[in-house]
């Protein structure tokens, strides 16, 4: 590995270890075996290079949801099945994603003013995660997506995970699992089939 992939594996243990907001620069450095000036030169700013490693966690939490389940479950695209067995994959990740999800709460809690540049750094990766959920309920490859889509069915699966995420990480016990969302989506389209 070079500096740039020795910083960002460095950030990502320092936000798992320490959070946002308490880890230095020269946390990365020392964790990353790397200097300070490594940092300016690749990222720019500590604060991207805190981003960027945020966005990879993400990234790779999200290759952990095993949207094959669905597939192999012969559950097709858009079905309420499909539905179910996404929420459930998504789910089961949460206890392993514990560290990732706290250090999502700490960056909602974030003063805008004291750190814009990050605020505005994480709502453009929201936009990017939107579009990454869409393929595990349709099939359609994340290139293929319109805006439209992107803006609405995105915006609805964001919000879910993030809603679910706080339960969880408040009380899983209490937690809403998959098959509640499922009957309470497959209530809410019943209900609209009526009216």
């Known amino acids: ?27 990365i450095v020392k964790e990353s075996g790397t200097n300070l000036a490594s940092i300016g030169y690749h ?27 669905a597939v192999r479950s012969g559950a ?4 309420l099945e499909r539905f179910r067995e996404v929420w459930s994959s998504i789910i089961r990740s ?15 809690l ?14 453009e990766a929201q936009v990017q995660g ?13 290139d293929e997506l319109d805006q439209e889509t ?10 879910l995970l993030q809603g679910l995420m706080l339960q969880w990480v408040f009380d899983a016990e209490s937690a809403t699992d998959a098959d509640q969302l499922t009957e309470g ?3 809410v389209l019943a209900a609209a089939e009526r009216a």
Do not use: N
Request: contains cysteine; glycine residues 10%.
């Open 1 to 27: 590995m070079g500096h740039r992939e020795d910083l960002l594996e460095g950030a990502k243990r320092c936000l798992l270890e320490k959070g946002f907001v308490r880890t230095t620069a020269r946390d």
């Open 43 to 69: 990222y720019g700013s500590k604060d991207a290079l805190l981003v960027q490693a945020y966005v990879s966690l993400i990234e790779e939490m999200g290759e952990g949801f095993d949207p094959g389940a």
């Open 76 to 79: 097709p695209a858009g079905s």
């Open 94 to 108: 949460f206890p392993e994603s514990r560290a990732v999800w706290m250090l999502s709460f700490e960056l909602l």
């Open 110 to 123: 974030v003063d805008g003013d004291r750190l814009p540049e990050i605020r505005r750094l994480l709502a």
């Open 130 to 142: 939107r579009s990454g959920l869409i393929p595990l309920f349709s099939d359609v490859p994340e």
């Open 150 to 159: 992107i803006a609405s069915e995105g915006r609805l699966y964001q919000t």
């Open 185 to 187: 989506l497959r209530r």
